[in-house]
Every structure is written in structure tokens, then in C-alpha cells.
């Protein structure tokens, strides 16, 4: 079974589109076949989307540059549970990380060890409980999508 698809490529990035149920560390040793890969950001395994490789160090640090400065658009696409207050927002909170048990969680104010997490959404179509959501993440922490609308009441579904 085939794990992506080459969405584009060239001599510095190689572009996935990862299959859901794909792991980023399986993908990455399957790519590494062909040659040098380097990892610049993750999808979980069960997320399905695009995923960029560089292919040489000199790509790799100007893409770890503009995911850490935020240059980089991060936008997905989720089916949530259709409980949303308006048809977009701006969502802030903090998440705590629980190394141990691998969970998160989400607060509404400052607590020790927690990260601001920001997340825009824009409903773009509803069919009765069920809303197609686009999300847009200003903060790219573990489970930061899944944890944030389940917190205001609108969880991805199938989570």
C-alpha cells in the first residue's frame, strides 16, 4: 500500500502527500531510500496532508527558519463536531504537556509548564451536527487541534 504522493519536487524539497495511518518516521525512512531527506515538521499518523522534506542541509535550515519564525502557513481541514459559537474565531488558550501519559490538555488561563496555543477557525459548511472547518495554527504544539476545539465543545470527530 502506498504511503503518498509526490505533490512536487525539486534539487532542495520534497513534497508529500502523506496518507493517513502513515507515520512521519516511517515515511521519512521509505524517502531516505532515494537519498538524503531531512524532517522539517510532522504530521500524527492518522492525519492525512501535506508534509515538506529538504533534501540538502542548506534547505533544511532555511525551512527550519521559517517554521520557527512563523513564515509558514499551516492550514488544515477538520470535521468537527458542529457546536461553534460563530462561523470563525480566534482561539487562545494554554496546553499542558503529560510526557508520561502522552495527553494534553487545555486551560484557559497561564498554568506551570503549559505554552500559549493560538488557533484560527473558519466554519466553511454545515450539515446539521457536523461542520467542515478550516483551521489555521499560529502555534504548532502536540495534539494543538484535536485539544483545542475539543475544549470549546468541538472535537474533531473520530478523535
Do not use: W
Not at 520557527?68 to 499542558?96: H, P, Q, W
Request: hydrophobic residues 35%; glycine residues 10%.
Amino acid at each position: 500500500m502506498p504511503s503518498h504522493k509526490t505533490v512536487y519536487e525539486d534539487g532542495n524539497v520534497y513534497i508529500a502527500d502523506k496518507f493517513s495511518g502513515v507515520s512521519f518516521e516511517g515515511l521519512l525512512s521509505e524517502l531516505s531510500g532515494r537519498g538524503a531527506f531531512y524532517g522539517v515538521h510532522r504530521l500524527d499518523r492518522n492525519t492525512e496532508g501535506l508534509i515538506v522534506f529538504a533534501k540538502n542541509r542548506q534547505a533544511e535550515n532555511a525551512l527550519l527558519d521559517g517554521f520557527e519564525k512563523r513564515r509558514v502557513l499551516k492550514t488544515y481541514i477538520a470535521l468537527c463536531k458542529n457546536a461553534f459559537k460563530s462561523g470563525s474565531g480566534c482561539l487562545t488558550a494554554y496546553l499542558l504537556k503529560d510526557e508520561k501519559k502522552g495527553e494534553v490538555k487545555v486551560y484557559s488561563a497561564p498554568v506551570q509548564g503549559g505554552v500559549t496555543i493560538k488557533t484560527d477557525y473558519r466554519v466553511m459548511e454545515e450539515r446539521g451536527d457536523i461542520a467542515l472547518v478550516e483551521i489555521i495554527l499560529h502555534t504548532g504544539r502536540t495534539h494543538q487541534i484535536r485539544a483545542h476545539t475539543a475544549y470549546i465543545g468541538c472535537p474533531v470527530l473520530g478523535d
